[in-house]
């Protein structure tokens, strides 16, 4: 069975509201570290930017705003489209991104069908040996 979901796609990096540059991204998640999504921006130079949030804020984000901090997602419209926005901050700066809601959902209905909610603790478990690590709740609810 095949243990890491990934998928390529093209995130729009918002610069002003009238002007975005696209930013070829990958979205990975493993069943190892099964709280946990990674997005890797790669943004034209040799180092790409490595993010890694909970699972369940990207879920939450596509229905509703969500989250607080270095990662907020909600979803919202441009130009017709449905996308899914993030908003992420570091130390290094801030960035606006903007994904395709049919590609982040359809990806992160892979990674729910690899590990259904509620049964992360269960593989955490089973890797216990891996050295699995948590990733906080990112929603209350």
């Not at 990934?6 to 990096?13: C, D, I, V």
């Not at 489209?81 to 960035?95: C, F, N, Y």
Request: proline share 8%.
């Amino acid at each position: 069975m095949n243990t890491v979901v990934e998928r390529e796609l093209e995130l729009r990096l918002v610069l002003s509201p009238e002007r975005s540059i696209a930013v070829p991204a990958r979205l990975v998640y493993a069943a190892a570290d099964p709280f946990a999504v990674s997005v890797t921006f790669h943004l034209g130079s040799q180092n790409p930017v490595h993010w890694t949030f909970a699972r369940e804020l990207l879920v939450e984000g596509v229905f509703r705003p969500c989250g607080h901090g270095d990662v907020r997602i909600w979803p919202s419209k441009v130009s017709g489209r449905d996308v899914l926005t993030m908003a992420l901050s570091s130390p290094d700066g801030d960035a606006l991104l903007q994904a395709p809601s049919v590609a982040v959902s359809a990806w992160l209905d892979r990674t729910l069908a690899l590990v259904p909610p509620g049964t992360e603790h269960e593989r955490l478990e089973m890797d216990a040996g891996e050295g699995g690590r948590r990733v906080r709740r990112a929603c209350p609810g």
